[in-house]
């Protein structure tokens, strides 16, 4: 069996959870770039049934990840209610771009060199500890999508430009470890949303070209 005929084959197996997790976080994505306040209600709820998920499927690492995401749902939520009135450019702001405030950057090597090496070192410890100690399942992997996502969404908050190539290979190994652990429509979101991060990155350059220019 081929791997997009496992995926076709998990899919038809999703349970409803997922269905539930998968349909809020995509409604999630629309309502985000519509700039509806209403969005970080279906991101607590996705990703709230995704902490389940992740604990059902023995993804323990990420479903701390999830946990975070709650929380920065909730935080969304009353950010955006008590500042109702804020405009911005509407493609910019779906891809995450203020153009008011401070402009893109880029880091030098030397930084990826210390972010690679701090974060794939937290990575590797989790993922040791998880994989004596518990029944983790994939726990390098799953470290390693959870710390360097959290590291990525720094990188997010600081306007860095290579932020979208760090998210590409954080979801392409998602892919891998949702399928892996059974969660195939999960894994095709994680599809759509490497798709959105490349979509970030042109966006992202693009912009950053006419700041140079």
Not at 14 to 35: C, H, K, M, N, P
Request: hydrophobic share 55%; net charge negative; glycine share 6%.
């Amino acid at each position: 069996m081929s791997f997009f005929e496992s995926v076709y084959e998990g899919i038809l197996l999703t349970s409803l959870w997922e269905w539930i997790a998968v349909f809020t976080g995509v409604v999630y994505v629309i309502l985000a770039a519509l700039r509806s306040n209403l969005c970080w209600f279906f991101a607590a709820v996705s990703s709230g049934i995704y902490v389940y998920l992740c604990i059902d499927g023995q993804l323990y690492i990420e479903s701390v990840l999830q946990v975070f995401y709650v929380v920065m749902a909730i935080v969304g939520w009353f950010s955006w209610r008590n500042n109702s009135g804020i405009e911005s450019q509407e493609l910019d702001a779906s891809l995450g771009i203020d153009a008011s405030k401070e402009e893109i950057k880029t880091w030098p090597i030397s930084y990826h060199l210390y972010n690679l090496a701090i974060s794939g070192g937290i990575a590797f410890i989790l993922g040791v500890c998880f994989d004596t100690l518990t029944d983790q399942a994939n726990p390098y992997a799953d470290a390693f999508t959870t710390v360097f996502s959290l590291a990525a969404t720094f990188m997010v908050v600081r306007k860095v430009l290579e932020n979208w190539i760090y998210w590409i290979v954080i979801d392409l190994v998602s892919i891998f470890l949702y399928h892996h652990r059974g969660y195939s429509l999960s894994a095709v979101l994680y599809f759509v949303f490497t798709l959105l991060a490349i979509a970030g990155l042109i966006a992202w350059y693009k912009k950053y070209k006419k700041q140079l220019a």
